[in-house]
Each structure stands twice: as C-alpha cells, then as structure tokens.
C-alpha cells in the first residue's frame, strides 16, 4: 500500500511542479520513447538472467505491494509452535518427532498451524535440522553451523533478484540518453523544415533523458530497496527460528528456549514477554 502511495506521491509531484511552471501535459506523452526505453530495459534483464531469476523477479515485485505477512500475530503463532515442539520433545523425548518431521504434512503438530506449513522453506528448515538433532550425530553447535549455511544460501538467492532489478535500474538513465540520441538523429533530418515541427522532436528527444532518470530514481529503484527489505524480513524470520531450536538443543527448557527466540524478533513486531506466555499457555492457535 505504501508504496503505491510513495508512486503516487513522486508521480504528483513531478507532473504537479511541471503544470505549474505551465509546461504541456501532452509534450510528455511519448509512446516511442517510452517503447525505446521499457523495451530495452526488458531485454537486458532478460540478457542479464536466468528463467529462475526472472519468476523470483516478478513475484519479488508482487510481494512488494502485498502487506507483510511478518506480524506480531504471525510471530505469536510460530511462538506457539516452537512451544508446542520443545514440549513434546521433553516430555517424549526427541524422537517422538520423527515422525512430525518426516510427514509434516499428516504432523499432528505442524498440521494446527496452517500458515507455517504453506512456508514450505521454513518447514523444511525446521524439519531437516530437527532430523539432524534426532539422529544423535549433531551437537548444537553443529546444527547452528548448519541452520546458518541453509541461511546464508537462501539469503543469496534472494537478492539475486533484487541485484537484477537495481542493475535494470541504473542502467535506465543511459537507456533515456539512447532514446534522446535516436530523437537527436530524427530532428537533424528534420532540419531546414518548419520551426515548430523541430520544437517538438527536440522536445520528445529530451523527454527520453526525462523518462530515463525518472523510471530509474522514482520508480524502479525504489522497488529495487523495497525488495531486499522484504527479504531482509524473511531472513530475520528464519534467524528467530533458528535460535529457537539451537537453544532448546542446546538445553534449554521451552519457554525459556522460545524466550531467547523472541528476543532476536524485530521490536516492530515482537510480542511482549506476557503475549508470549499467554500464548504458549493457549493449547490452540488463535484464527
């Protein structure tokens, strides 16, 4: 939402300021500059990556405009969950969730919280360390090394769309000049005719340059930041898992395992020590 409003607000501005200085709206609609520009910055996204890359492209530009699924509630449900996990373990044993995490999907646990279970890079990050704490063959602090090379490499992939978007991004300006250049050229072959047919294809010329500079710091970049936030989100989402398990494996009882887990929550969101207990207490997950 807010960034349709921070595009709406840029748009306004820039289109406002010009009406004011009395400029002509329709001196800036020029669909061949905009062909030039667009099309080009498509296509060298489109040189620059791969299929993958492209999907997690699109979508990461969705996500963009989609409100953040990283909430208090959303972090009090995973709370729950942990308890949920670390109780089980201690009272049966680690083994009892072998079979939670073999089957998530049929998991008598997993199965109460729908929305972590549709997180299916976050199951499997809970599922595939909790194996390994399972099999006896792994301490804790060769699950933390683990948990954060799983991070690390999901991290890297995440921003590989962000980088293809910034690069698409700078790389718009000098794309405005190109479309400026081919306006050059067309207005010296347009010498020598009337004077306000020339007015006007220097006039579009310069709105490529315009449209260049404006796609790039209004628009695309913008985006671009946006986009690693969101990532960044999604990186403290998986540390909040991880410390959770690495405390509980390393000893810790479940509340106070859940607590050292809350604790690395961003302060926007984090729920207070009282909305943890409370929910902790809660044996089924608020709707």
Same mark, same amino acid.
């Not at 963009?64 to 109780?87: A, C, G, Q, W």
């Not at 009272?91 to 995490?101: A, F, I, V, W």
């Not at 207070?272 to 409370?278: C, D, R």
């Given at each position: 939402?807010?960034? &349709? *409003?921070?595009?709406? @607000?840029?748009?306004?501005?820039? =289109?406002?300021?010009?009406?004011l200085?009395?400029?002509?709206l ?8 905009? /062909?030039? *520009?667009?099309?080009?910055a498509?296509?060298? =996204?489109? =040189? ?19 409100p ?16 949920? +996990?670390?109780?089980?373990?201690? %009272? ?11 089957e998530p ?6 199965? %109460? !919280?729908?929305? !972590? +279970? ?11 360390? +909790? ?10 602090h ?8 799983d ?10 769309p ?15 000049? /190109? ?6 050229v &067309?207005?010296?072959g347009?010498?020598?005719g ?7 294809? @220097?006039?579009?010329?310069? @709105? ?5 500079? +404006? ?14 936030k ?18 509980? @494996? ?7 395992? =859940?607590? /050292? ?11 207070s020590? %009282? ?9 089924a997950?608020?709707?």
């Amino acid at each position: 939402m807010f960034a &349709i *409003i921070g595009m709406l @607000v840029v748009l306004g501005a820039v =289109v406002g300021g010009y009406l004011l200085e009395h400029g002509q709206l329709a001196v800036l609609i020029q669909p061949a500059e905009l /062909v030039i *520009i667009g099309g080009a910055a498509i296509g060298t =996204v489109l =040189v620059a990556n791969p299929l993958p890359t492209l999907i997690a492209l699109a979508k990461g530009i969705v996500s963009v405009f989609l409100p953040s699924p990283y909430t208090k509630d959303f972090y009090l449900e995973n709370i729950r969950m942990l308890n949920m +996990l670390f109780t089980t373990a201690r %009272k049966e044993g680690l083994p009892r969730l072998e079979t939670d995490t073999d089957e998530p999907q049929k998991s008598q646990i997993f199965t %109460k !919280f729908p929305k !972590f +279970l549709k997180n299916h890079h976050a199951l499997y990050f809970v599922c595939d360390t +909790l194996r390994m704490a399972i099999s006896g063959g792994a301490n804790h602090h060769d699950l933390d090394q683990v948990m954060e090379l799983d991070m690390e490499v999901h991290h890297r992939e995440s921003d590989q769309p962000v980088s293809a978007l910034t690069t698409m991004a700078d790389a718009l300006p000098g794309l405005g000049i /190109v479309a400026a250049v081919l306006g050059v050229v &067309i207005t010296m072959g347009a010498l020598g005719g009337p004077p306000e047919e020339i007015g006007h294809k @220097v006039a579009a010329a310069l @709105v490529g340059t315009f449209l260049g500079i +404006l796609m790039c710091y209004g628009f695309f970049g913008p985006l671009a930041s946006h986009m690693g936030k969101v990532n960044q989100r999604d990186h403290e989402y998986l540390n909040f898992l991880r410390v959770g398990i690495v405390s509980f @494996v390393k000893g810790a009882s479940p509340i106070v395992a =859940v607590e /050292v887990a809350r604790r690395v929550i961003p302060h926007g969101v984090r729920p207070s020590f %009282k909305e943890m207990e409370a929910a902790c207490k809660n044996k089924a997950p608020q709707s």
